[in-house]
C-alpha cells in the first residue's frame, strides 16, 4: 500500500494551508480559519507531499448520532462520526495513484477516504461505540461516496445541519456491526 503523509492540524504548516485551493469556497475557509483547530468542532487530518510543502487534501471528523424519526418521536438508532469537511486541492482532483502488485489504479481521494475510514475504525475497535459514517456531500463529492458505499439518508432518518449544507446530499455508511 502506497504510504500517506497525513499528520493532525499543527501551526507550523499555516503557509501550505493558506495555498491550499479545493476550488470550494466554503472548504477552502474552513482549512484556512480557526475552526480547523477547535477539538470542540472536529479534529483535522493533513495529506501532505513528502516534503511537507503541498497540502494535497484534509479531512475534518467529529462525533454525532444517526436519528430516526418514529411514530412521530425523534430516535437514536446509533453513533455516528461525522465527516464535517473533505477537500482536495484543485491539481489532484482526479488524481490516479498506482498501487499494489497488480498496479491497482486508485484516486487519491479514496486513499484519503481510506484513512478516515480506518481512523473511524480504530475509534470503534478501541474507544467509543461507532455504528455509521455521516456526511454531507457536495454534488462534486457524491461519485467519491457512492463508490465508497454510502448511501443517501433514508427518507426516516436524520442527523443535525448546518445552513451551509442544505444544497448537500446527506449520506451515511452503515459499519457492519459485530454480533
Known amino acids: 500500500m502506497i504510504k500517506l503523509n497525513i499528520q493532525r492540524i499543527k501551526p507550523e504548516l499555516e503557509p501550505v494551508i493558506q495555498a491550499f485551493n ?61 465527516i464535517n469537511c473533505f477537500a482536495l486541492d484543485n491539481r489532484f482532483h482526479k488524481q490516479v495513484e498506482i498501487i499494489g502488485e497488480n498496479e491497482e489504479k486508485i484516486y487519491t481521494s479514496d486513499l484519503l477516504l481510506d484513512d478516515c475510514l480506518q481512523r473511524v475504525e480504530q475509534l470503534r475497535r478501541e474507544y467509543v ?17 457512492t463508490r465508497n458505499d454510502f448511501e443517501p439518508l433514508e427518507e426516516d432518518m436524520f442527523f443535525s445541519i448546518e445552513d451551509s449544507d442544505l444544497k448537500c446530499t446527506q449520506m451515511y455508511l452503515p459499519l457492519e456491526l459485530e454480533e
Open 22 to 82: 479545493s476550488g470550494n469556497q466554503y472548504l477552502d475557509n474552513f482549512i484556512k480559519s480557526s475552526a480547523a483547530n477547535n477539538d470542540s468542532i472536529g479534529k483535522t487530518y493533513l495529506l501532505l507531499s513528502d516534503d511537507e510543502k503541498i497540502l494535497i487534501g484534509y479531512y475534518n471528523i467529529t462525533v454525532g448520532s444517526l436519528d430516526i424519526i418514529d411514530s412521530g418521536i425523534h430516535r437514536k438508532i446509533g453513533g455516528c462520526v461525522h
Open 129 to 145: 461505540g461507532i455504528a455509521f459514517v455521516t456526511l454531507n456531500s457536495t454534488r462534486e463529492g457524491i461519485w467519491l461516496y
